[in-house]
């Protein structure tokens, strides 16, 4: 397995209703994703610009066509998309990100899969949660982006959890801010597929628990709430969270209540689950992750395992 301290840019926002279509051909050239690619590079210049940021962070070669086969409004700030990736030299490790190429968009986006390998292993597909900002790439897919959209992909990034079957029993602490939430997801539900694959077949990685702490300004705000707590109470030996809120305003529901706490997340409630075993992964703004990855350190947590990632 394998994880790095890596600083990324943040992801992106939505607003339309739930939409889906079947799989259909993907029709972009190798011709038209070269240009693509090369024209958004060479236009893509901003001070704060995702492929600046991570110019030095290790990326795959293909760059793939993809096409959007489903919107939905995952709260009311963040847009969730799929997307079908036919090429089947396209692939990527659970926590990692795209480069996202548009046409006619100059800027290139970058954003973090929160779907899980094996759903792009079965189904061909990926999916992407995006907070509403002014950037171009997250305007286009808040304001322009319809089913059947075609744009290129490109997968990057050193954060991720990707385990051999050889490899140590270990336990996952995984602590998001906000849309950091999305590769923390994608970990959590590849976790959870690894899980499935030890019960029915008896063998493959041998996952420890994992406990996710996940805050948010409010419950409209914690995304995949539903996806979380299927994961929790399907595998309740396994897999926890404490779910925090720092703005509450109105009633917390009662499905959701067990599992909130009004304030942030705490130095004591991390380092209750420090041990020689636990692997944390961290990922949400700056100061977040900055505060935990120190105070992990300062609590003698070897760095290789504590994995950061920021978004802005």
Known sequence: MACAAVMIPGLLRSS????YTPAISLRLTSSTLRHLTLTSVMKSKRKTD???RTASVVRREVVSAAKVCGAADESPS????????ADKDFSFKAGQWIDFFIPGVSVVGGFSICSSPRLLEQERMIELAVKYTNHPPALWIHNQCTLDSEVAVRVGGEFFFDPQPADASRN??????????NPLLSILRHAADLHRERANKGRGYEVGTIKLFYSAKN????LFKKNILDLVNEFPEKIACSLHVTKQTTQISAE?????????ITEKEIR????????????????????????LENSHVPKEHICFEKWW
């Open 172 to 181: 996952l602490v995984l602590i998001a801010g906000g849309v950091g939430i």
């Open 16 to 19: 339309v209703g739930t939409i």
């Open 219 to 222: 419950t409209s705000e914690l």
């Open 78 to 85: 963040v847009k969730r998309l799929h997307l079908l990736v």
């Open 256 to 264: 959701l209540k067990p599992y909130i706490t009004e304030g942030r």
């Open 272 to 295: 209750d689950h420090i041990s020689e075993e636990t692997l944390f992964y961290i990922c949400g703004p700056p100061p977040m992750t900055d505060f935990f990855s120190k105070q």
């Open 50 to 52: 995702h492929l600046e």
